[in-house]
């Protein structure tokens, strides 16, 4: 239970903000205060090819499927028709599109206003890297054919859209085990594998 | 016999080799088939292998929804193949707004306390990625309970799942308190990531826990400094640098913390600057860092040193030739243009060279930018620019580029040559882009530059004989061509190169515009009246203008319909008004920013006593309105017309201070006869019973306002009562509408009416009166000259 005794007394909501209003009984003089929830993270990663075919998608705000059908088809749209060589950051309805292209995938993550860019760009990298280092010289074909370890992958770097670790050992490390407690306990239900 | 089952990279092996979207659906509609039967039959030995198959397929677009509850069941499965599945299954296939997401709760709770703590991993990643705000509650004692643990791997997801949690019910944010500060201690990067964005996520969300947390600014200063000064760590290492992101979201904390707050800034200004000046800027990861810096310099209670430091970083940001750090150094140079304007004054050259970017991120933010620069300095040399900018930017930022361009050019114009010259050039390269607004503005604009009429008739007439498409051209163009046609016809203009331009050739010019496709309706409007208004300033061609008209009586759009009906009443029955319906437009100003509500009354010959009140409208001259409205007849003498109209054929909007021009009027005896601004009041008619009171306030520059009192001293009311007026060639006059028409008898009242004159010369004022009223059955009408107005009224 919450330590403090504070109620929800309102709450208005409209698309990506949230507006509470809490009491807090214990202290009237701080009642009152005004939580503003805004989605104020990176709403979504998605990695999709040359032709506009979706490999992984990783959000994480809460939207429809339609709603994530829809962006996802603008935004593959938007950033396929850039030209080369322009800079990596792009305005996208009240999103900022920070996406970066390698060999045949592109990588892109919509952020708000306030997340620093050139983080991003590192962030995109260091997934790349994670990537390559588990297959070994990674490609678009390793991804399509193992997008479930993808997902463990990137779920082990980050989560809720903030970095877990930021040591590049430390998450191959914990993906390579977790990977030996798979087939340990296959091993011992004598299951076939998949 | 259990069905064999496709194994998953077999799947999608085959499901790539369908050369067409049909083939496609095929397959995956017989493999769900093959998959809702083995879910049906409760089958433990592939469910597995099927939700993965069915997540392959969910990613192509297919629906999925009947695999939400297998995934609740493998999440319950003992088996940790079962639970990587399930977890991620969830994570992809439901989310906080589904029921079924509820029921995982118990399954999480069971696994935070897994003796595996790649289990435990696992329970808190999905928490943190889509719990619901109920989940949140019920989860939450459990997360921070795993936050004391001893394992660095479980505190680092647990910080993060907690930054879920407190965004999803902020009212818990007290509970991780006590949690955080132990945390700061930790040695391992991923607990202190997580942990800062923790405590970043409770600061911004509760101003208390803010206040609480500004007393760690020291320590975190001191984590910093270790980062900075530390050897290099194989680990944590990107590039040379020690833990980018580590960094990045200290400065972060940092910029929030010390945001307001004079002690925490102080505390931090040190370490700013180490970073500011010791950063490798050679890769992005360094970058990155400087940027962060930069925006925490900014946006504390930073001494100035420290401010041009992070100003000059920018301008050095500006110059670099990566592309992204052009764009982010603008972006940030926006932020900044309010409060340290004169800075990044210093940088406009780059700026500006930065529009000639061939990258489209990187246009818009240099105009964005660029627009914010221009002040009355350099606004010459920032729309030579820019002009040209306008000419080659691609179609999304015209519109903008537009406005901006006409809002520097209102606010910084040097001369009004300059200013109309301006906008003209915008008309004509961008015209389609423009808002709606700017018409009347610009045409407010024209009519006060009086001495620029021959001049920017002449421009606009040419600019429509080359283009008639963009419409917002051609209607101030037909409104000029209306005004100052006459100007035009006589083949003589100082500025510009006149043009022999025959009457037939300029009729010529309007007719097209009326019929031409391109026109809009509103475009015709303004052409047929600029026709009409024509037929008062041209000899020999009213005939034509007559036909034109008439053709127009039967059109089909109403509006225009309506307008040539009129027309061709003021020709027929009220010819002998016409040319004082037609006269120039007086001077207008841009009043309020509701200016668009106020519409003139229009119909030909119906009174209204008064305007709408406006009570305590601050003192300002009415804002006729546009051309849009019909007949807006409010005279002006001319040298060669004598008379200002009648005034219950005009309605300006705005009242005047302390005049209730309501019917009736009954507060103007409140108000009679008070004396504005120190300016003496003269009776300037008094004759018959009948006499005039002016009094006067002097406005900016050479405005003035007379507000005249008409009161009746014999025992009979004056009904009908119009007052006329006629001032010097130099000065302009505009009659406002008066409160009544009836002066009461015995002095028991009074009608009121303001008038407006412009004296730019500064001449002696000197005024004729025609007044006609009618009392006791019979008119009366006599003329008269005012001369004994006081000096200060127009000196």
Redesign the interface.
Known sequence: MPAASVILVEQVRSPGLSILRAFNYDTYAAANCLYIEAVKQMHFMLLFSRQGKLRLQKWFIAIGEREKKKIIREMTQSVLARQPKTCNFMDWKDLKIVYKRYASLYICCGMEDQDNELLTIEIMHRYVELLDKYFGNVCELDIIFNFEKAYFILDEFLMGGEVQETSKLSVSKCIEESDLMQETMEEYMSKPTF | MAPSSV???EL??VI?TAKTQAEERGMIQKECADIRSAFRDEDP??R??NV?KL??MH???YPAHFGQMECLKLIASP???DK??GY?GA??LL???HDASLLITNSIKNDLNHS?Q?IQ?LA??TL???GSPEMC?DL??EVERLLKASNS?IK??AA??A??IV??V???I??FIPATKRLLGEKN??VL??TV?LITEMC?????TLRKYRKVVPELVQIMKGLIMSGYS???N?AGIS????Q?RIL?LLRILGHHDGDASEAMNDILAQVATNTDTSK??G??IL??TV?TIMDIRSESGLRVLAVNILGRFLLNND??????AMMSLLKMVQTDHNAVQRHRGTIVDCLKD?????K?KALDLSLALVNAHNVRSMMKELLPFLDNCPPELRSDCASGVFLAAEKFAPSKRWHIDTILRVLTTAGSFVRDETVPNLIVLITNASELYCYTVHKLYRAVLNDISQQPLVQVASWCIGEYGDLLLTGVCEDVEPMQVTEDEVLDVLETLLQSHMSSPATRAYALTALMKLSTRIRDNVDRIRKVVSIYGSCIDVELQQRAVEYNALFKKYDHMRSAVLERMPLMEKGSPNHNDQSALISNGEREGGGETQGGVKLQPPVASQTMDLLDLIGVPDASLPEALPQPLSQPLTGQTGIESSVGGELLDLLGGIDFGGIPSITAYNKNGLSLEFSFQREQGSLLTITLQARNSTASDMTEFIFQAAVPKTVQLQLQAPSGDVVPAMNRGSVSQSILINNPNRVALKMRLRLSYSVQGSSVQDVAEVSNFPAQAWQ
Do not use: W
């Not at chain 2, 833990?243 to 580590?246: E, G, M, R, S």
């Not at chain 2, 061939?358 to 990187?362: E, F, G, K, L, R």
């Open positions: 194994k998953l990279q999608i092996r790539r030995a592939f597995c292998r993965a997540l392959y990613m192509l677009g088996r940790f193949t990587r599945v991620l994570m992809l989310d906080e707004r595996s790649y991993g808190l990643c943190g990625c889509m509650r939450a004692t791997y680092k997801k993060l799942a930054v879920h965004r999803k902020p009212e818990l007290e509970l990067h991923g990531h997580g964005i911004e969300r509760s101003p208390d194989p680990e944590h990107v833990d980018p992101f580590l990045v972060c992005n990861a970058n990155a940027y962060e925006l592309k992204n750090i052009r764009y982010i061939t990258d489209a991120s990187v818009r």
